[in-house]
């Protein structure tokens, strides 16, 4: 498992507009490659919680992954663009689980600040008995 965690600034809707049309792609047509790009799609509100989910393999988005707060009994949902966001927690640790159907769930902790909000790249990977699957036919 592999966190990364950094502030960023969300890309309004407008931001194709001014950015290189290879910057505006369907984002199911390529991985989000940089941390810029990731950054891009993050916002750091005060007391909010902002979460991009990847495929380990591929750095994909991962729709539908869902991400759930267990100290305070809150899930929500990643968008296309892998996303989830939380809004409005109280400052201080919470501890998060995500999971998706044919990933290996993973539990971290994130630290929510009463100026800043936080930000976190999460990657969920297959697991390991799945990749290592061998078919053989006769």
């Known amino acids: 498992m592999r966190v990364v965690i950094f502030i960023a600034v969300l890309i309004s809707s ?11 792609e369907d984002s199911r047509q390529r991985p989000i490659a940089t941390a810029e790009e990731r950054g891009a799609l993050l916002n750091s509100e005060p007391r909010s919680f902002w ?3 990847l495929d380990t393999h591929s750095k994909r ?3 539908g992954a869902s991400a759930y707060l267990l100290d305070l009994n809150v899930s929500q949902v990643s968008d296309s663009l892998g996303i989830f966001r939380f809004k409005q927690l109280p400052v201080g640790w919470h501890h998060i689980q995500l999971k998706r159907l044919g ?10 600040s009463k100026s800043s909000g ?6 969920l990977s297959v697991p390991r008995s799945v990749r290592c699957l061998t078919v053989t036919t006769t």
């Open 14 to 24: 407008d931001a194709c507009k001014t950015m290189p049309r290879a910057g505006c």
């Open 51 to 53: 979460g991009l989910v």
């Open 61 to 63: 988005p991962l729709l």
């Open 103 to 112: 990933f290996e769930q993973i539990t971290d902790s994130v630290f929510v």
């Open 118 to 123: 936080a930000t976190a790249v999460f990657e």
